[in-house]
Every structure is written in C-alpha cells, then in structure tokens.
C-alpha cells in the first residue's frame, strides 16, 4: 500500500537555527498537510496546501513557518529561527484526488527536538 | 475560533468491557474523522461521518454523528487488547480546515 515518507525521523537542533522537515506524499495525491504533535497532546493543524499554494493556516502557522513543494515529489516545511516550544512530533499527511474531505494519510512523521 | 472537545481524556477498561468517547463542537461540521493513534505511530484513519445523523459499524466499532452535525461518538463493544490506544476525532470546517479533539486514551487490562 502506498504510503507517505518523511526525513528525518527524528531531527535536533539548536535553538535559532532553520530546519527543514521533508515529506513525501503518496504519489497520486493534491493535497497536502503538516500537522505538530506535543508529546502526549493532541495533534494541531498548520496548514493545507493545495495546486502550488497554501489553502488554510492556523493560528500555530506563523511568519516563522513556510511550506514549500520544490519538485513533483517533496513537501517541505521550513522553521526559520526555531524556539524551544518548537520540540513536537511533525506530522505530514496527504489527501487523494478526491478532495480535501478525504481521509488523511499520515506519515510515521519527524520528532524535532531543540536544544 | 473553531474547537473540537473530546471526553474523557482516558479510560481504562476490562477486556470485554465496552468503551466510548465523545467529540463536540462549537460550531457545525462539514464532516467528521475518527483516527486511531498506537504509542508511538501516527494517526490511521479509520471513518469519516457526513450526512446529519449518519450511524456507520465497523465491527466492533459504531460511529455517530448528531443531526446537528456538532458532536460525534465513537463506540467499541467488548473492547479487545488491540484497541489500546489513543482516539482522536477530527473535526472539519468549511472541508478544508481541521481541527482534532484532544484525544481519548484507551488501556484495555487483559
């Protein structure tokens, strides 16, 4: 069964610095989505990305974060000077082409712990 | 804002014993997911609801949704040591935007 990759598995980094967390959705699929999980809270929504731009953010989804997807294949998103409170599970997920109220499917996602 | 509550927080259970959690929402839902969280994994699909007071089985699992399409429940009978887990809903505004409950967290004692 396909499924959606991501790398690293488990990122750290010092605090200020840029990371880039990749993404590889399943291949026929549009949509895409980056979600945060604190350890043991819920996961949140940041953002859906749909046709080459940015369909929905949240609240969580500031001036620090951009998303990109550079070729047919990798989803990134980028956090431009990283914080502490930053330290979470990533979790990218993508929907078929049926639309954006099709079931997700969630990547085993990126631990990203800073320092 | 949009918020998605979800009840209880966890929920420790005999094996056999029954088991549901509760979603609601402040405002109406275009439609609603369930996922299913092992420690440790990511979130799995497992439903997703629509229509205004669609019941949908899986198995041993029933799923919910109120004719006001604001609250949603999901329901396992004689819950098994495969359950464990953590349950999240996730509730959809406008089909776009999505906003996960916090979560129940199953044991199941063997």
């Known amino acids: 069964e396909p499924e959606v990759t991501q790398t690293p598995s488990h990122q750290v980094t010092q605090m200020g610095q840029e990371v880039i967390l990749r993404c590889v959705p399943i291949s026929n699929h549009l949509y895409f989505y980056w979600y945060r999980q604190i350890l043991g809270q819920k996961v949140e929504f940041l953002v859906s990305?749909?046709?080459?731009?940015?369909?929905?953010k949240s609240e969580i989804f500031d001036d620090q974060f951009s998303v990109e997807r550079p070729d047919g294949s990798n989803f990134t998103l980028k956090i431009r000077s990283t914080k502490l409170e930053d330290s979470a599970m990533y979790f990218c997920?993508?929907?078929?082409?049926?639309?954006?109220?099709?079931?997700?499917?969630f990547g085993d996602g990126t631990r990203l712990s800073i320092l | 804002g949009q918020q998605v509550m979800q009840i209880p927080q966890y929920q420790h259970v005999q094996e056999g014993e029954d088991f549901t959690t509760y979603c609601n929402s402040s405002?109406?839902?275009?439609?609603i997911q369930w996922y299913k969280q092992r420690p440790g994994g990511h979130p799995v699909f497992l439903i997703q609801l629509v229509k205004s007071g669609e019941v949908k089985k899986q198995k041993r699992l029933t799923f919910q949704f109120g004719e006001a399409k604001k609250n949603s429940s999901l329901h396992i009978t004689a819950t098994q040591t495969t359950d464990v887990g953590t349950y999240f809903c996730?509730?959809?505004?406008?089909?776009?935007?999505?906003?996960f409950g916090s979560g129940t967290k199953l044991n199941v004692k063997p």
């Open positions: 996730a509730g959809i505004y406008n089909f776009n935007k999505f906003y």
């Open positions: 997920a993508s929907t078929s082409t049926g639309g954006r109220n099709q079931p997700q499917h």
């Open positions: 405002t109406t839902l275009s439609n």
């Open positions: 990305f749909y046709n080459n731009e940015i369909s929905e």
